[in-house]
């Protein structure tokens, strides 16, 4: 039987215009390695192998809009290297070992920032399950922020703490990072709140960051802002308190 993966390698190889048999081997290889890596990763996280599969593919993206995006970030140069007399097999070598895995870390972050953030496997544990919110700015200077999840605790003195997660990525995969989540603020009523970031990725064009509000009561509706650059983003944060009783 066919491995799950290979018929969305093969359709991102076949986008590779200026690629040799090796070097579309090579990629391939690579593409099937993370896509396993994410299943699994997602199998320990409790998933269904069929589910974790699926979910993998769909973080990905359209495999021909990553074969495209990946084909464009560097055919001229595979075409004169590649055809380089006397240097074929260090030049896949080399791109093999050192060039290759890169731009196939930079789609794979891209896509994940983009498609299925809650697929990321924070360093520590997030004690709740956070809520999916539909909070999404495109910055002037390019790129894109989203207020994308959030969740609440109860504290033993009846008031809660607010998980948020914001993510940030750039128009594209092999553009610079976007550090956009980073630089938010929070407020209520007039007055700023109380938070901190435990926890902050950034990779290639994105970044990920997990935002801890504290003391809130119940019921507070937060203003998140955004101001950096020139640009800049307000807009209330629906925390989601129907998820949690008073």
């Known amino acids: 039987m066919e491995p799950w993966y290979r018929p969305y390698c093969q359709a991102v190889v076949r986008c590779l215009r200026h690629a040799t ?43 021909k809009q990553v074969g495209e995006e990946l084909s464009a970030a560097f055919p001229l140069r595979w075409w004169v290297l590649s055809r380089a007399a006397g240097c074929v097999a260090v030049i896949a070598l080399l791109l093999v070992l050192f060039w290759l895995p890169e731009p196939i870390a930079d789609l794979y972050h891209y896509h994940q920032a983009k ?12 004690p709740l ?47 610079f990072p976007n550090d956009a989540s980073r630089h938010l603020t929070f407020a ?12 902050s990725d950034t990779k290639s064009c994105r970044t990920f960051t997990l935002y801890r509000l504290r003391e809130l009561s119940w019921g507070t509706r937060p203003t998140v802002c955004f101001t950096r650059n020139g640009n800049q983003f ?12 008073p």
């Open 21 to 63: 048999a090796k070097e579309r081997r090579a990629v391939g290889w690579e593409l099937e390695c993370h896509l396993q890596d994410h299943a699994e990763a997602l199998e320990a996280a409790g998933y269904p192998p069929e589910q974790a599969q699926a979910h993998a593919l769909e973080a990905m993206g359209d495999p």
């Open 115 to 126: 498609n299925d953030p809650l697929s990321f496997q924070w360093s520590q544990d997030v």
């Open 129 to 175: 399950q956070l809520v999916p919110l539909d909070l999404q700015e495109a910055l002037p200077g390019g790129g894109t922020l989203s207020i994308y999840a959030a969740g609440l605790v109860e504290n033993s003195d009846g008031t809660y703490e607010a998980y948020v997660y914001a993510v940030s990525y750039s128009s594209g995969p092999f553009q």
């Open 188 to 199: 209520a009523d007039g007055q700023s709140l109380s938070y901190y970031t435990p926890m």
């Open 234 to 245: 307000s807009a209330e944060l629906p925390l989601p308190w129907q998820e949690v009783s």
